[in-house]
Structure formats: structure tokens, C-alpha cells
């Protein structure tokens, strides 16, 4: 391994509190490809080398695995762990009344944690599939967004908070619509937001919104997600890698396409969290982003690049009567609300 990188280079991202986090973190979600312990071991060497930042979850199966990993580091004094910044989420299973508390007291204990920095609604509904599950299965339980049972999860995060168990809540695969629904209604309003960002998705529209509302954006599959799986790709996909404008600004600086995504993430001002378990990726993943920056004139042309190209639907997550996946986005008009 290279040697690790000066913290002092890594720019850093301010949330609302005035506290700043690494411009980029990783991701641990395996895709269905990797397993635990693969995940985990990245985790370690990607702390030994300079990241600050992880993106976990309980439903990627891995926190344990992690967790051992952070003892590890610990341990070994690679680092303190007031110096990492950890976010877990809860998933959709376990949105009911006192569920939220227990998942997070599971992903405390799988990490080897007294509390996580930061904790997201990983959905904004409780519609519950099985990991690695088939692009068409869907569950007869699920249903669409409800503004009632939003709040009541989010309260119960809100309490995380107030018992001292995570520093921040954030909400993920959020729309303009819900947000406007449910920033009114928070006692404790999300440090960020995750979601989909990349080159041929860039969401402008939400990323200014949150960005106006002191909620920092948090982007997964900053490079396209590559490894997604299957379930989650389809025929009119765009490759990030293969945009003129970022295959041009990959010629210029003489690197990997992958790597002017990443650039192009941390330039514009959202942290991307991209996953590799691959020791030379990773490492590039976060030196990419202290050196050789895009200039305005590149940065402006991939901004052009965007083709609405959302890669992870969620069409999983389906309720009967549904017209396609759009109706999870508020693409067919305003939010149903039961």
C-alpha cells in the first residue's frame, strides 16, 4: 500500500452543525458480489490509508464483519475512533413503533460501537424485500408513501439522537415532493440526504433543494455502480465512463474515467461514497480527489452530460395498483399518501 494520505489534503464538506467530514467516504455494500469479510477487510485497509468516512447499513449483511474490523484498527491505534465518521441505516423492516431503536441498537452492537455519527431512514416506506431478491419479486405488504408513517419512524430517530446513541439522522432516496412534506413536521432535521449521483444523473433540482435547506447530499454510485446487481440494470442504461465529456477529461488528466467522476463529485460539492474492495481502487478513489482538479471548462461539460438516468429504480419495492417504478419517485404526479 502507498502511504497514507496527509488528512490535512482531503477537503472536507460542512454540515449544518459547522462540523466538516471527508469530501468522500466508501461504501460497503457488497452488490450481492462480494461477501463480509471481503467488504471488511477494505474497510481496514481503506482506514489504514486515509479514509475517514464509512457508509454502512444492516441490510448489506456485513456490519459485524466491519465491526471486528474497526476493533482491529483500533487496537492497532491506526486511528482513534473519534477521528472516523460512521453512518449506519435502518432498514424497511423495521420501521414500526420501538423497531427503529432495536435496529440501531443491533448495528451498534455489530460495529462494536457506543453510537454512529450518523444514521439514515435507508427507504421512506416500509416495504420490505429479501437481499439478493429477484428485479420482480414484490411483497403483497407494500404500499406507497405515507407522510404518517414517515414521521413516526423519523421521530423515533429523532429519539436516537436525544439518548445520545447517533450524532445525526439523514434520509435517503428522498424526492422534492416528501421533503416538502416532512421537513415541516422534524424536530431535528437531517444533516443529509443520500442519493442517487453520477455523471448521467445528476439531479439538480433535488441537489440544489437540499442544499438550500442546510442538507448536505451524500451520493451512491458516484461512478455508475458498475457492479450493481442484475435486478437493477436495464437496457436503456447509460455508462458514466463512456460520456464524451468525461472520456475527454479522462484523455486530458490521463486517468480512468472512474476517477473524473469522482473528481466531478467532490468539485461540485456532494460526498461521493463510492465501493471497491480492490486495494489500487480505493486508494486512487480518495487521491483523486487532493490533486489534478477538472477545470470549470470540464466541470461545465459533464454538467451537460446529464440524461435523467436513474440506475437504481427500487421497482422491488412496488405496491399493487402501482404504475412502474416512477410512482416511487413522484413521477407521476404528486405523493400518494395513505
Given at each position: 500500500m502507498e502511504n497514507k494520505i496527509d488528512q490535512n489534503v482531503i477537503p472536507k464538506r460542512t454540515l449544518y452543525s459547522g462540523e466538516e467530514i471527508p469530501c468522500v467516504g466508501l461504501?460497503?455494500?457488497?452488490?450481492?458480489?462480494?461477501?463480509?469479510?471481503?467488504?471488511?477487510?477494505?474497510?481496514?485497509?481503506?482506514?489504514?490509508?486515509?479514509?475517514?468516512?464509512?457508509?454502512?447499513?444492516?441490510?448489506?449483511?456485513?456490519?459485524?464483519?466491519?465491526?471486528?474490523?474497526?476493533?482491529?484498527?483500533?487496537?492497532?491505534?491506526?486511528?482513534?475512533?473519534?477521528?472516523?465518521?460512521?453512518?449506519?441505516?435502518?432498514?424497511?423492516?423495521?420501521?414500526?413503533?420501538?423497531?427503529?431503536?432495536?435496529?440501531?441498537?443491533?448495528?451498534?452492537?455489530?460495529?462494536?460501537?457506543?453510537?454512529?455519527?450518523?444514521?439514515?431512514?435507508?427507504?421512506?416506506?416500509?416495504?420490505?424485500?429479501?437481499?439478493?431478491?429477484?428485479?420482480?419479486?414484490?411483497?403483497?405488504?407494500?404500499?406507497?408513501?405515507?407522510?404518517?408513517?414517515?414521521?413516526?419512524?423519523?421521530?423515533?430517530?429523532?429519539?436516537?439522537?436525544?439518548?445520545?446513541?447517533?450524532?445525526?439522522?439523514?434520509?435517503?432516496?428522498?424526492?422534492?415532493?416528501?421533503?416538502?412534506?416532512?421537513?415541516?413536521?422534524?424536530?431535528i432535521k437531517p444533516a443529509a440526504l443520500e442519493m442517487e449521483l453520477h455523471p448521467s444523473f445528476q439531479q439538480p433540482e433535488l441537489f440544489a433543494y437540499a442544499k438550500e435547506q442546510g442538507i448536505l447530499p451524500i451520493g451512491y454510485c458516484p461512478i455508475g455502480s458498475p457492479s450493481r446487481p442484475e435486478r437493477d440494470r436495464t437496457?436503456?442504461?447509460?455508462?458514466?465512463?463512456?460520456?464524451?465529456?468525461?472520456?475527454?477529461?479522462?484523455?486530458?488528466?490521463?486517468?480512468?474515467?472512474a476517477v473524473i467522476c469522482l473528481k466531478w463529485a467532490a468539485q461540485r460539492g456532494q460526498v461521493p461514497i463510492p465501493f471497491s474492495v480492490k486495494e489500487p481502487q480505493y486508494i486512487s478513489n480518495l487521491k483523486c480527489v487532493t490533486e489534478d482538479p477538472l477545470t470549470k471548462e470540464e466541470m461545465a461539460a459533464i454538467a451537460r452530460e446529464d440524461k435523467n438516468c436513474r440506475l437504481i429504480k427500487g421497482q422491488v419495492f412496488l405496491w399493487e395498483g402501482a404504475k412502474g417504478w416512477e410512482d416511487l419517485w413522484d413521477l407521476n404526479g404528486e405523493i400518494t399518501a395513505l
Open positions: 461504501g460497503t455494500f457488497g452488490s450481492d458480489k462480494y461477501g463480509a469479510e471481503a467488504v471488511s477487510e477494505a474497510v481496514y485497509g481503506a482506514v489504514k490509508y486515509g479514509y475517514r468516512l464509512i457508509d454502512c447499513a444492516a441490510v448489506y449483511q456485513n456490519e459485524e464483519s466491519i465491526g471486528r474490523v474497526l476493533q482491529r484498527l483500533f487496537s492497532e491505534k491506526v486511528v482513534e475512533r473519534k477521528e472516523l465518521f460512521i453512518t449506519s441505516k435502518v432498514w424497511n423492516d423495521m420501521h414500526g413503533e420501538g423497531k427503529v431503536l432495536e435496529s440501531c441498537r443491533k448495528s451498534l452492537a455489530d460495529l462494536g460501537l457506543s453510537s454512529l455519527d450518523l444514521y439514515f431512514v435507508h427507504w421512506p416506506f416500509p416495504n420490505y424485500h429479501a437481499p439478493g431478491c429477484d428485479g420482480d419479486s414484490r411483497n403483497p405488504d407494500s404500499r406507497p408513501f405515507s407522510l404518517e408513517e414517515f414521521m413516526n419512524t423519523w421521530r423515533q430517530c429523532e429519539e436516537l439522537v436525544d439518548k445520545g446513541l447517533v450524532r445525526y439522522i439523514g434520509m435517503s432516496n428522498m424526492t422534492i415532493p416528501k421533503l416538502k412534506a416532512v421537513l415541516p413536521l422534524c424536530r437496457a436503456e442504461d447509460v455508462a458514466d465512463t463512456e460520456l464524451p465529456a468525461v472520456a475527454a477529461a479522462a484523455a486530458a488528466h490521463q486517468v480512468h474515467p
